[in-house]
């Protein structure tokens, strides 16, 4: 040892050469408990035995991660209930949405997989199939319609039995199904909606076509410009990793405030590993007694489960079919031809056609679109200028709110 106690470079070399040796001796122990633990015991040695009863910490470790596999697996199961079962929950949940004052539906995307858009954590969802290792094939969303789900809601919405609708989906359905803008807060953006954030209030372009064909995580900007001052216009998705800030397709004043005021939350057809992370959407600040009674109708186990009033396994469009009849409501049949996305759709400038290549949402051949005039969504009042003037229309070369 050298001089004052500190070791010499060749004392070192020897412990680090000693620890690697150990490190490396705990690993061929471990794999060895490792493969005689996963022998049936009737076929273990005694010599095997003897190395398990050895190595108690390995044996426990290896059981702890067992269970938390065995758990995961469990969650990732579908379960339908029998259809009996399945019809008895749905009267039970009629009677909660009838004598609801206040009912806010949660939508996932397990309501649009009857539209053929994938889920996220299914058998044959996007993060499954990643995590198996497996390609997945882009959808052509353009010919997605809203489901039974989307028209039925949108169809409780118009009884007033459905105050307000929080969607974690981009698809653009529930706009297409007919639901006013004011009854949505799209809290991860649509697809179909571009904005100017350079225009106060944010100037909004719905679009007949997917905007995000260039944007991704952290850019936004979609290649176009704004019609009134000229600006890059961005997307309204906000990605995992992203905080959204739009006010619109977001909502989330509208969303935040339907949440306070609710007495039932339904969610359809959401893992809810997403939505638990919102505490304002679940009223936590109040007593137990006096939040919102939740119904939840997932095939899968969600965070929420146990705070469940009722949870239904079932798939959404039937247990939505079940639920109308139940009510004796009818469900209107989406008419492509009468998609309210036509309507609101702001046309592409002369030379603007080669700036996406997504094919857009058409009407039926030989049928007329409605033209309707065009649904201006809810506002943010414009900011006061010196003198008290309140300013309207651009504020162009402002500076740019900071990306989602």
Not at 51 to 58: C, G, T
Not at 293 to 320: F, S
Not at 386 to 397: F, V
Request: contains cysteine.
């Amino acid at each position: 040892m050298a001089a004052g106690g500190s070791l010499s470079r060749s004392e070192r070399k020897a412990a680090a050469r000693a620890e690697l040796l150990q490190q490396e001796e705990q690993r061929d122990r471990r794999r060895q408990v490792s493969r005689i633990w996963r022998k049936p015991p009737a076929e273990r040695s005694p010599e095997e035995c003897q190395v398990l009863s050895e190595s108690d910490d390995i044996v426990r470790e290896l059981e702890r991660r067992r269970k938390r596999r065995e758990r995961l697996r469990r969650r990732q199961e579908e379960v339908c209930d029998e259809p009996e079962e399945l019809k008895r929950k749905v009267t039970e949940l009629a009677a909660a949405v009838r004598n609801a004052k206040h009912l806010v539906i949660y939508t996932g995307a397990g309501i649009s997989t009857a539209a053929s858009i994938p889920d996220y954590r299914g058998p044959n969802g996007i993060w499954t199939l990643l995590q198996k290792g497996r390609s997945i094939r882009a959808t052509d969303l353009s010919e997605a319609e809203p489901t039974l789900t989307h028209m039925s809601i949108a169809s409780l919405h118009k009884h007033n039995l459905v105050q307000h609708v929080v969607s974690q989906n981009c698809d653009g359905l529930h706009l297409r199904s007919g639901l006013p803008r004011t009854a949505i807060s799209e809290l991860h953006g649509n697809m179909y909606i571009e904005v100017c954030t350079s225009c106060t209030p944010n100037r909004e372009y719905v679009r007949v076509f997917d905007v995000t064909e260039r944007t991704a995580l952290h850019r936004h900007h979609t290649g176009r410009m704004c019609h009134k001052c000229g600006s890059q216009l961005r997307d309204t998705i906000v990605h995992f990793g992203e905080k959204g800030t739009l006010t619109q397709p977001l909502n989330w004043e509208a969303a935040t405030e339907a949440a306070s005021k609710a007495d039932v939350i339904l969610c359809l057809g959401s893992s809810l590993k997403v939505l638990k992370k919102y505490p304002r959407l679940w009223c936590m600040s109040k007593p137990p007694t006096r939040r919102p009674k939740l119904y939840i109708v997932n095939l899968q186990w969600t965070p929420k489960d146990d705070l469940a009033a009722l949870k239904l396994h079932g798939r959404c469009d039937e247990v939505m079919r079940l639920l109308m009849e139940e009510l004796g409501l009818d469900i209107p049949s989406y008419d492509r031809a009468r998609d309210p996305i036509f309507a609101l759709a702001e046309p592409l400038r002369p030379g603007e056609e080669g700036t996406h290549s997504r094919k857009p949402v058409a009407p039926p051949p030989g049928a007329e679109p409605p033209q309707e005039p065009r649904e201006e969504p809810p506002q943010e009042p414009p900011p006061a200028r010196p003198g008290g003037w309140l300013g309207r229309g651009c504020a162009k070369g402002a500076r740019r709110r900071k990306s989602n």
